[in-house]
Nanobody, 129 residues
Framework: QVYLVESGGGLVQAGGSLRLSCAAS????????MGWFRQAPGKEREFVAA????????YYADSVKGRFTISRDNAKNTVYLQMNMLKPEDTAVYYC??????????????????????WGQGTQVTVSS
């Protein structure tokens, strides 16, 4: 099992930036692709971004492409989500998760929540207009 702890959430004005971090412990971090998901009030949890174990490939939801960047540092067992040009509709609890595979072959596989074994507790991001 991988234990995941998110941090870096907070309140920011529209157009601003935040960087989320997800620290992992337990099973070897580099064995897994990693993903970020989010859940807004009253909505289902949705895919945001994912990155393969080697960071060669990243996948993004259309709603965040060009604004968000996922990255990882395997030496620090940490995955990041840099969020720029934030919008009020980005307001949500953000979760990181460990994928079952090292290299999800497609964005669909990377975005499927049942392909993730381990989840963090989430960090709140609020974007004011």
């Amino acid at each position: 099992q991988v234990y995941l702890v998110e941090s870096g959430g907070g309140l920011v004005q529209a157009g601003g930036s935040l960087r989320l971090s997800c620290a992992a412990s337990g099973r070897t971090f580099s064995n897994n692709a990693m993903g970020w998901f989010r859940q807004a009030p009253g909505k289902e949890r949705e895919f945001v971004a994912a990155i393969t174990w080697s960071a060669v490939t990243a996948y993004y939801a259309d709603s965040v492409k060009g604004r968000f960047t996922i990255s990882r540092d395997n030496a620090k067992n940490t995955v990041y989500l840099q969020m720029n040009m934030l919008k009020p509709e980005d307001t949500a609890v953000y979760y990181c998760a460990a994928h079952k595979r090292r290299m999800p072959p497609t964005r669909n596989v990377a975005a499927t929540q049942t392909e993730y074994n381990d989840w963090g507790q989430g960090t709140q991001v609020t974007v004011s207009s």
